[in-house]
């Protein structure tokens, strides 16, 4: 049974920082390319960031130079370090395992406000 359990999220002030994790079971995680999407209240759900198995990242321009994508094959996890965060980065944050097939995860929200 494959599961991703995503954590970290939280109320934070504008200019704040969280970390997310999300840790996979059930699945080669080395093999995956892993990816965060947010989605918005009545927004679509979008990509924010993206890690390869070779290491390679993107992530949108809208989070560039603020988020950062990582991952620990032997822990099985990848983080989404957000830093200098906005009200705009409000969302259900939401990891994704991508190869042959495509696995989600719950989400976690992340609200930012004062």
């Known amino acids: 049974q494959v599961q991703l359990v995503e954590s970290g999220g939280g109320l934070v002030q504008p200019g704040g920082s969280l970390r997310l994790s999300c840790t996979a079971s059930?699945?080669?995680?080395?093999?995956?390319?892993m990816e965060w999407h947010r989605q918005a209240p009545g927004q679509q759900r979008e990509l924010v960031a993206r890690?390869?198995?070779?290491?390679?990242?993107y992530c949108i321009d809208s989070v560039k130079g603020r988020f950062t994508i990582s991952r620990d094959n032997a822990k099985n996890t990848v983080y989404l370090q957000m830093n200098t965060l906005k009200p705009e980065d409000t969302a259900i944050y939401y990891c994704?395992?991508?190869?042959?097939?495509?696995?989600w995860g719950q989400g976690t929200q992340v609200t930012v406000s004062s």
């Open positions: 059930g699945i080669i995680f080395g093999n995956y390319a």
């Open positions: 994704k395992a991508t190869w042959i097939r495509n696995y």
């Open positions: 890690i390869d198995a070779g290491m390679n990242t």
